[in-house]
């Protein structure tokens, strides 16, 4: 299977389990990697026969901008299950990353979950 990799998408959001982490923005990085069949796309050089990555890129920035979690882990979730609901795509792998402040210093803590379709 063929992979699309769209890395270090950044976003704001108002995610943590602790109130002060969800009272002010903090920056998530996302990192969404689709299993998907390209061998028509690399043959026809046309959009339609590939997957739109600002459609992907759509979805992510709309959930970490969107409605409060207290999981990265549900972030991830969420990014995963409206993925695949675009057609062609077999399988989604998603990394969202914080640094959350009480961990600090730290580079980031992440969740990489993958989701196949059934």
Request: charged fraction near 35%; avoid cysteine.
């Amino acid at each position: 299977m063929d992979r699309i990799v769209l890395e270090g998408m950044v976003f704001s959001g108002k995610h943590g389990v602790s109130d002060a982490e969800r009272v002010r923005s903090q920056r998530f990085t996302v990192d969404v990697e689709l299993e998907v069949d390209l061998a028509r796309a690399a043959r026809s050089d046309q959009i339609e026969d590939t997957i739109d990555y600002r459609r992907v890129r759509a979805i992510a920035k709309e959930v970490i901008e969107g409605e409060p979690a207290h999981l990265i882990e549900t972030l991830a979730g969420r990014i995963a299950r409206k993925a695949l609901q675009m057609p062609r795509i077999a399988a989604v792998s998603v990394k969202v990353t914080k640094r959350p402040p009480s961990m600090r210093p730290i580079d980031g803590a992440a969740v990489l979950l993958r989701r196949a379709r059934r």
